[in-house]
């Protein structure tokens, strides 16, 4: 995507990333830190959170907050508890990048395992359905409020061998749906990415033996996650963006 965004275009505005310690989250949080973003990050390895605290106050952005969390066991009151610090804090929520997800085995249909199918759809479905329920009344309070799914070209169109992983993202594709049918003509907007083949640990994780220089970075990406959680996307709803359309 061409997008240029403006220096500016996150003043003001609280943002909630989800998996913020690294990969495509952590370049998010550091992303919309420097266009002028409150960022929220959220993940369940304290070090890596710090680290990109770090790197955002290092660039002399508004000052971050920090909520370690593990959503393959968080709660629904544990989401709701949430919710309630970040109205406390910040009085509203300007958006959402859920981010975080779990890829599980990669394997023949007849052999998923019931452990590693639970993980996947908990994490990537599941916590995501009730976190963002939870987070609904604080996005309420903004003027216009963006939540981001993160979907995949599995999502889409299975792929054989990755049931558990496909089976999750289709699962996104239908609650951002929902979610911004529901939300239509209001100020709040529902929108997935596919980031698309991305140097990440996860990439490397499905794709051993691939060449990762071959692929994009996340940084590469950005103008997507910046347009889609800035002010010039107010009409976009419902639709699945792809941050590689020619890949």
């Given amino acids: 995507m061409d997008y240029q965004a403006e220096k500016t275009l996150l003043e003001h505005k609280t943002i909630l990333v989800t998996g913020a310690g690294d990969g495509i989250g952590r370049q ?6 420097a266009h002028g973003a409150t960022v929220i990050l959220l993940g369940k390895t304290v070090a890596k959170l710090e680290a990109v605290y770090d790197e955002i106050e290092a660039l002399g952005a508004p000052t971050p907050a920090i909520i370690p969390l593990d959503m393959k066991g968080a709660t629904v009151a544990n989401y709701k508890d ?21 890829l599980g085995v990669l394997g023949p249909f007849h052999q998923i395992d019931e452990k590693s199918y639970d993980e996947v759809m908990q994490v990537n479905v599941k916590a995501q359905l009730f976190m963002t329920s939870a987070l609904l009344p604080v996005l309420k309070k903004a003027d216009k409020a963006s939540i981001i799914f993160t979907s995949s070209s599995v999502g889409v169109k299975g792929r054989a061998y990755w049931a558990e992983y496909a089976i999750s993202k289709f699962a996104t594709e239908g609650m951002m749906q929902t979610l911004a049918d529901e939300f239509e003509n209001t100020s709040i907007r529902a929108n997935c990415i596919n980031p698309g083949a991305t140097r990440t640990g996860m990439r490397a994780k499905a794709f051993p033996g691939e060449n990762a220089n071959t692929l994009v970075t996340a ?8 347009y889609l959680m ?7 709803t419902g639709k699945t963006f792809k941050a590689q359309p020619n890949r």
């Fill in 28 to 33: 998010a949080a550091l992303t919309y830190a």
């Fill in 82 to 102: 949430m919710a309630d610090t970040i109205d406390t804090q910040f009085g509203k929520l300007d958006g959402l990048l859920n981010n975080a997800g779990q």
């Fill in 219 to 226: 940084e590469d990406i950005m103008p997507l996650y910046l």
């Fill in 230 to 236: 800035g002010n010039d996307s107010v009409a976009e």
